[in-house]
């Protein structure tokens, strides 16, 4: 008896990406099977234990997928997915204001209600939800259908709800050009660039306003601006995903690394296991579809080779950019609890600040003085592509709310000490180090107490003799770890005008299908909209499988409202649903 398999689908990759389309197409009676090259599936949404006790999460820790269709189309109520609802109100947590080198400025009535009207909460009625799905949950347009304002999403969106939004300039500008004209307060448009710019777009891009702050405001927004996370958290989300997809049918098998995607006559047929894996060098045939759910690296020069590409695509693969730099991840481990210090106080007086029997401080970004600040930064990361070269009280950094976190968690309340939620910073991507991709991981003592000492800038008690361990990340051990998140971010590769949407990551590219027939993508660095934005990239493929009629959903299934369907192909939008095939 042969040891090969033969499934409909085979898909590469375990992560919330695969695992999500393999639970979709499962759920479409579809035969897949799931080959993931670690010991357990899970990608970014991982949970780590570096102390018994002790969990922490050194990449995906907050939920930007609250608007997400999946949740209902997918049942993952059904499957174990909860929601803590410990929320933070994070509107109020604005209102104390923004941390800066002189202390807390506070945020201005100009500020909220441009903040809240950008975001759809002045409609009438609020139309975050139909907002968000417009700019991150829906399919790029075909290829011949010209983009223009009238069929952008989100400007569809803004025309039907807040007219007074639109403007001619509103596709070109950046993040900073969008707040200065609906917010005041520096400080308060540095936080939110900032913040952009550690969650997949970035304040200073050209040509992504909207999708850059709505990055920002995918977390508070949509959950009626309270900020929370699942229960377990996004490895707690990524189990449901799992359970939905295998008691729909789907297979998944771990220790199983893929060493080719089998191409016959131009077509994916299959794969071939490396002899190292679990099933040593097995053929895993696909009758319909592979979906490289690994990243474009892998995927096109590793996987499929060469041999099979036209050079010009090739190259174009080779030019993507992955200047958004990558997150240095720290949680510290200490004897008495953070504090802000006594400039912060207002961070404290205003209730939000502090969360737990302990006080835990509240997340933020530090310092946020200037935009000129910002640049530095900027430029620190993405020219000189080396170690922080800024002195410590220049370092911008990220605390993530633990607020959000349930209090039995270890980041609200742990019985041998006290451990912080993660601080982010925005540092080089290890392809791009100009010391090498290890450069940060050989001076990890000394960044690390450099760290310490720029969270110290805000913070009493990150002080050498408070420090139990100070767990930290490098880009590259993200890479070494999980190899899909090239770049060491679960960003993945840069968003802006040139690589937004129908461009994103290469035209090529950009509605999933490659070169290859049969075989699509399903990664944050091969497609629309990447980053933070949950099942996102699943249910957008899933229009493009139904197009190609390779997946035929139940009745369960709904498409993007903004979505059009490709000439000559089959539409998504099911039949009498105002669609037709």
Not at 214 to 236: A, D, E, F, Y
Not at 296 to 323: A, C, E, N, W
Request: proline share 8%; with cysteine; charged share 20%.
């Amino acid at each position: 008896m042969s040891k090969d398999e033969r499934y409909d689908v085979v898909v590469i990759g375990g992560g919330p990406n695969g695992m999500t389309t393999a639970a979709y197409l499962a759920k479409s009676r579809l035969n897949v099977c799931v080959l993931e090259e670690r010991v357990e599936c899970g990608g970014a949404c991982e949970t780590v234990e570096p102390i018994p006790g002790v969990r922490i999460y050194p990449h995906a820790m907050l939920m930007y997928a609250a608007p997400a269709p999946g949740f209902q189309q997918l049942e993952l109520h059904k499957y174990g997915f909860r929601m803590i609802w410990n929320p933070i109100d994070m509107m109020a947590s604005l209102a104390a204001g923004s941390t800066t080198t002189q202390g807390v400025v506070p945020i201005t009535q100009k500020d909220m209600m441009g903040f809240a009207k950008l975001g759809g909460l002045l409609g009438q009625p609020p139309f975050t939800r139909d907002l968000m799905r417009a700019t991150f949950w829906c399919p790029p347009h075909p290829p011949e259908v010209e983009v223009t304002d009238d069929n952008v999403p989100y400007m569809q969106v803004y025309k039907q709800y807040q007219p007074d939004v639109v403007t001619p300039e509103l596709r070109e500008w950046t993040m900073f050009d969008l707040m200065d004209e609906y917010l005041e307060s520096e400080p308060f448009k540095v936080t939110m660039a900032f913040a952009a710019w550690a969650s997949g777009a970035a304040g200073h891009w050209e040509g992504v306003a909207i999708p850059a702050l709505l990055c920002v405001q995918l977390l508070i927004l949509p959950n009626t601006g309270k900020l929370s996370i699942p229960r377990g958290g996004l490895h707690g989300y990524f189990h449901a995903i799992h359970r939905c997809a295998v008691a729909n049918g789907a297979t998944v098998r771990t220790s199983c690394p893929v060493e080719e995607i089998i191409v016959n006559d131009g077509r994916a047929v299959g794969v071939r296991l490396r002899e190292t894996s679990a099933l040593g060098g097995r053929k895993i045939w696909a009758d319909k579809a592979v979906i490289a759910a690994v990243d474009y690296r892998q995927t096109f020069f590793d996987m499929v080779g060469k041999q099979h590409l036209d050079p010009g695509f090739l190259q174009k693969v080779k030019d993507i950019s992955l200047k958004n730099g990558t997150l240095y991840v720290s949680t510290l481990h200490t004897k008495r609890p953070l504090q802000w210090k006594p400039r912060f106080k207002a961070m404290v007086d205003s209730g939000t600040g502090v969360s737990g029997p302990f006080s835990v401080p509240s997340g933020g970004v530090y310092p946020s003085d200037s935009r000129e600040l910002y640049y530095e930064n900027v430029a620190d990361c993405d020219a000189r592509k080396t170690n922080p070269t800024l002195p410590p009280e220049k370092l911008m950094w990220f605390l993530t709310p633990s607020q959000a976190f349930n209090p039995s968690d270890c980041q609200s309340k742990y019985a041998n000490g006290h451990i912080s939620a993660a601080f982010e910073v925005n540092v080089p991507v290890p392809e791009y180090h100009v010391q090498g991709p290890d450069a940060m991981c050989r001076s990890k003592p000394e960044i690390d107490a450099y760290m310490r000492k720029a969270f110290g800038q805000a913070f009493d008690g990150t002080d050498d003799d408070n420090i139990i361990h100070h767990w930290s990340a490098t880009g590259y051990e993200v890479e070494f770890r999980n190899s899909g998140l090239i770049g060491g971010t679960w960003c993945g590769s840069r968003h802006c005008s040139d690589q937004s949407w129908t461009q994103r990551p290469i035209p090529e590219l950009a509605r999933y299908r490659t070169p290859i027939d049969g075989l699509y993508t399903c990664h944050q660095t091969t497609g629309h909209p990447g980053g933070l934005c949950l099942m996102a990239i699943p249910y957008n493929l899933m229009h493009i499988l139904i197009e190609d009629r390779i997946a035929e959903p139940g009745n369960w299934w709904y498409p993007s409202p903004w979505y059009i369907p490709q000439q000559g192909k089959t539409s998504a939008v099911p039949y009498g649903a105002g669609g037709g095939k």
